[in-house]
């Protein structure tokens, strides 16, 4: 397994990490996340991610067990707040208020003392940024957490709490969590060069556009049964990638990842790690199988030239 820094910061993550968004406490069994858990760190994986919304804590809860037989200090844990967690008119949003009750509860769900990463899973334009910084640099002052991040914010929201960050002498963000895949490159044009200035690494979400860059969907015909794309409860995203160019295209990238050894969905989590300022790739499981390819995918050694060709593919 690689290691990279998170941004310019000495933590150092999994250059593959594993996320439990629909998986941990929803379609597994808390064995079965175990056994998968216990893999990907057997793989050298340290990188787990998690939120508080997922499944309404159900997810962290399930990671907890998960972990609790492995030593707490190799482990980076991250999880998020901003979501409704209840009815409460205040369970929700970047305030102090929820922040730090969010906190909380998930240090209880996740069963440990401090959050390595703590995320705000999107921007709160209801709660001055001052609060919101101020609110987390409390936190870690209290040792509650270590490092603090964004996820799916904008370049412009991301310079902006790094200045008022270092206006309040405050802790400025490590990280952001966005979507970045060989079919979604939006971030390349602003996130990343305001990332890159502010020292703030990626943890991408989606690498493998929810399974569409394995190669496993043909066109024109229907999701194999039991596959992400054939659960109505799961695919809402995946539409613009299911169209048949689409998948015509991500096939034809079957014959380059067979002359560098490997399978498609190692080849675009490789395209993926080529980004320096790509900390780590978040990756879902449902099977030993799955996570130990996903896991492959980080000792690969495959020139820019190749990674071009395939950019060529995907763009005709």
């Known amino acids: 397994m690689q290691y990279r820094k998170l941004g310019k910061y000495g933590i150092k993550v999994s250059a593959v990490s594993l996320g439990g968004w629909l998986t941990h406490g929803r379609t597994l069994e808390d064995d079965t996340t175990a056994g998968i858990v216990a893999k990907a760190f057997d793989l050298g994986i340290n990188f787990f991610d998690t939120a508080d919304v997922y499944h309404a804590g159900a997810a962290e809860t399930s990671l907890a067990k998960a972990i609790c037989k492995i030593r707490r200090d190799d482990l980076v844990l991250a999880t998020k707040c901003f979501f409704p967690m209840t009815d409460g008119v205040n369970d929700r949003g970047l305030s102090r208020k929820h922040i730090f009750e969010s906190v909380h509860h998930s240090l209880k769900r996740l069963r440990t003392d401090y959050i390595d990463v703590m995320q705000f899973h999107r921007f709160d334009p209801e709660t001055p940024t001052e609060e919101t910084v101020r609110a987390i640099d409390d936190l870690i002052r209290q040792g509650k957490v270590l490092y603090w991040g964004t996820s799916m914010w904008s370049a412009d929201q991301i310079v902006r709490a790094c200045h008022m960050a270092k206006e309040l002498n405050c802790v400025p963000p490590a990280s952001n969590q966005p979507r970045y895949n060989m079919l979604d490159r939006d971030i390349e044009s602003h996130v990343i060069p305001a990332c890159e200035q502010y020292g703030i690494g990626q943890v991408v979400f989606s690498p493998l556009a929810q399974g569409v860059l394995t190669g496993k ?4 015909k229907a999701p194999p049964k039991g596959s992400r794309a054939a659960d109505d409860k799961s695919n809402m995203f995946m539409a613009k990638d ?14 380059i990842a067979k002359e560098h050894g490997c399978t498609i969905g190692q ?10 300022n790509v900390s780590s790739v978040i990756v879902g499981a449902t099977s030993i199988k799955q996570i130990t390819e996903n896991a492959g995918s980080a000792d690969l050694d495959i020139p820019m030239s190749v990674f071009e060709r395939c950019n060529e593919i995907l763009a005709k």
């Open 242 to 255: 299911m169209e048949a160019e689409t998948l015509q295209r991500v096939n034809q990238l079957g014959a």
């Open 217 to 220: 969907y043909e066109p024109k």
């Open 267 to 276: 080849l675009a989590l490789a395209w993926c790690l080529r980004q320096p």
